[in-house]
């Protein structure tokens, strides 16, 4: 008889997800993904001004803050056309750049390598030999049998306290650990290396945005001026602590997260085969040279990939209403139109008012609304977003980088191109990303350096700034790549308000259920894709995929109580 595991909730992730796995005997043959909590930040945005949302947006989730408030203030310059000085496009770059490499290592070290690495094995480590294997990856100047031996002694401290603290929520001892105690020990080092350079590198973001999390943008620009002679604005010093930043990021990524990656990857070929689910891939492209205005200039283009088909990318249209649309036929909301309408987010809805059955606690009603998702699609496809589609749409368009990186590491593991498409593929590709972009770091930098000394200090547009200016009818949409994907929000603006607001994350892509016609979302057809269980009492096989993708349930899901009312009201002054 065919059995359901029920994985809920998903640790070491923001927010709330339940995964739950139809098993037929120890191979999963469907599963099904449910965001279990509400968010509403839309109809908070509805009649507010149009040049304030970047603040209410960036708390749709506490960890993907930046990249929320640069889509709003995107969606409000698109819908207004309003073009910004280079030089916020470059300390945007900057700021967006620095999010992706910051988050890209903690989701690494501090979230997924826990499903590779089994920390109470670094207890039978042997510190030289640790040196030994650290030292042959790369120069990073941790790595003597002294300093491993000072983290191992650190380690048993954890475990003879009796609990593993920060390094809870895992299962230790599990047979589908198969790296030996001296990759855990170094692993399990860096991890707590990591924590310290997280720190240091988030302050990219106070400098140019005053903060972090939450740094302040500004439709128009940035709301950083740049003076030389200045203390109160971007001055030379600051400018050489972001080179520092810069650097450290640098060093970081090529001598620790990259090596790393690949070293723990080959014990784990055998993932290059599985977790792949839809092999269709999306991105809007981001990292403009020229302003939002030209999609030619950005780094990473825009485009879709169906089937697999790298010889072929099509184009997309972010304001067409047949090309992006969400469906609610297995969510817990309602259209006008009905559970099986789509609805582009310019027509978007974000209704409370569902009256179905409610939330089971003990299995999902999977032919019934089960989660508080909605199911995006891409004329019709569902698609998988993120790291993954942006290396797959690099390499599929030529970039140099790119396509050195990815044969490297198919060398390096002695894999075929195949293995991209698989959850191995995914963890593989956001390390590549992370170096891709670290490296595009310096010459965003560089030219904000060059622009500066050429006299150029210009970083915000006042042009239609003031309401007056604007037409009684616009409508605009703000897209980029966050760390976890496509992300856009569409803005529409009647008499210099908000009238309607919809935001489609990246996990809403890759976590929605299934559709009208009973498509899977990203999550559901990874699963179904070649996973067997050990242990359906320890599903670490369910983690490592579900992982891979880095999900941001706090994103995606759009607050109320379990009777639909209002929880708090936010009065702005």
Known sequence: MSKRVVVDPITRIEGHLRIEAQMNGDRIESAWSSGTMVRGIEIILQGRDPRDPWAFAQRICGVCTLVHGLASIRAVENALD????????????????????????????????????????????????????AQSLSSWPKSSPGYFADMKKKLKGFVDGGQLGIFANAYWGHPAYKLPPEANLMAVSH???????????????????????????????????????SDSAINAKRLAQVQDIITQMQTFVEQVYLPETLAIASFYKDWASRGEGLGNFLTYGDFPANGMQDPSGFMIPGGAILNRDLGTIHDIDMNAADEIQEYVSHSWYEYEAGKNAGLHPYAGETTLDYTGPEPP??????????????????????????????????????????????????????????ALFSTLGRTAARTLETKIIADAMQGWFDDLIANIKAGNTRTFNEVLWEPSSWPNKAQGVGFMEAPRGALAHWIVINNEKIENYQAVVPSTWNAGPRDATGQPGAYEAALADNHTLHDPKQPIEILRTIHSFDP??????????????????????
Not at 96 to 105: E, L, S
């Open 361 to 418: 606690y003990e299995q999902l009603e999977v032919e019934e609304p089960y989660s508080w998702m909605e199911s995006p699609r891409w004329r019709g496809h569902a698609m998988e977003v993120g790291p993954l589609a942006r290396v797959l749409m690099l390499y599929a368009s030529g970039h140099e980088q790119t396509r050195e990186l990815v044969g490297m590491t198919l060398k390096k593991l002695d894999v075929p191109v195949d």
């Open 82 to 133: 309003y073009k910004i000085p280079d030089n916020a496009v470059l300390i945007r770059n900057l700021m967006n750049g620095a999010q992706h490499i910051h988050d890209h290592v903690m989701h690494f070290y501090h979230l997924h390598a826990l499903d590779w690495v089994d920390v109470v094995s670094a207890l039978d480590a042997d510190p030289k030999a640790t040196a030994e294997l």
């Open 191 to 229: 991890y707590l290396e990591a924590l310290s350079w997280q720190r240091d590198v988030a302050r990219l973001h106070t400098i140019f945005g005053g903060k972090n999390p939450h740094p302040n943008f500004v439709v128009g620009g940035v709301p950083c001026a740049i003076d030389l002679n």
């Open 552 to 573: 941001c349930i706090a994103c995606a899901v759009h607050i109320t109580d379990p009777d639909g009312e209002e929880l708090i009201s936010v009065k702005a002054v």
